[in-house]
């Protein structure tokens, strides 16, 4: 099962403010993925990465939104100017890689907009 | 009507006990199918994975997959108050960089 670390764990945030979420890969894959979970709601998909370039992604992923890979190794998204609403669990997942499919995630990082 | 529904429960059983969780679908695409188990505040854990129809088991385990009824079920057999977490089904229509869809999550206590 792959390994993933996520930094920070939590984050606080003023409205407006950008903030950077990292995901470091502990083994190579091709396929990134973004999830955000609001408290007591559904695990909702954001963006799925693959070969340094963006293959999907919901209504969610505004033009607030960004991926990258800056340095090959570690996934981030950045949230240029974060509202209320954006306070939430961020999970990186990795894997979607044939012929199983499966996506394990990360720990997550807390998110909380003041 | 929702992609994925699951019901939140909370679900409570005592140890031993046989747990059934289940999840609905309505996308026909759907070809693969997931169990995570989730503790509070923490990331989903895979727990299973099916692939089309038919059944999986994976020691306490059991994955079962309907297309037919677009219906999934998730059997825990000798429940352990361990197993207490939240529990989510999830589903994607291929493979490759594909969304998964979630359900809700069903929150389990086993009491001991």
């Known amino acids: 099962e792959p390994e993933v670390t996520q930094t920070p764990s939590h984050q606080v945030t003023q409205m407006g403010q950008e903030v950077i979420l990292r995901c470091v890969p502990i083994?190579?894959?091709?396929?990134f993925y973004w999830y955000r979970q609001i408290l007591g709601q559904k695990v909702e998909f954001l963006v799925s990465?693959?070969?340094?370039?963006?293959?999907?992604k919901s209504e969610i992923f505004d033009d607030q939104f960004s991926v990258e890979r800056p340095d090959g190794s570690n996934f981030t998204l950045k949230i240029r100017s974060t509202k209320l609403e954006d306070s939430a669990m961020y999970f990186c997942?990795?894997?979607?890689?044939?012929?199983?499919?499966?996506?394990?995630f990360g720990p997550g990082t807390r998110l909380t907009v003041t | 009507q929702k992609e994925v529904e699951q019901d939140p429960g909370p679900l409570s059983v005592p140890e031993g006990a046989i747990v059934s969780l289940n999840c609905t679908y309505s996308?026909?695409?759907?070809?693969?199918f997931m169990w995570y188990r989730q503790y509070s505040r923490k990331g989903p854990e895979l727990l299973m994975y099916?692939?089309?129809?038919g059944n999986k088991e994976d020691g306490r385990f059991t994955a079962q997959v309907d297309k037919s009824s677009k219906y999934i079920s998730l059997f825990i057999r000798d429940s352990q108050p361990s197993d207490s977490a939240t529990y989510l089904c999830?589903?994607?229509?291929?493979?490759?960089?594909?969304?998964?869809?979630f359900g809700q999550g069903t929150r389990l206590t086993i009491n001991p």
């Open positions: 997942a990795l894997g979607g890689v044939a012929p199983t499919y499966e996506q394990y």
């Open positions: 083994s190579n894959h091709l396929y």
């Open positions: 990465f693959y070969n340094n370039e963006i293959s999907e």
């Open positions: 996308n026909s695409a759907f070809q693969y």
């Open positions: 099916t692939y089309s129809s």
């Open positions: 999830a589903m994607s229509p291929l493979g490759g960089a594909q969304k998964l869809v």
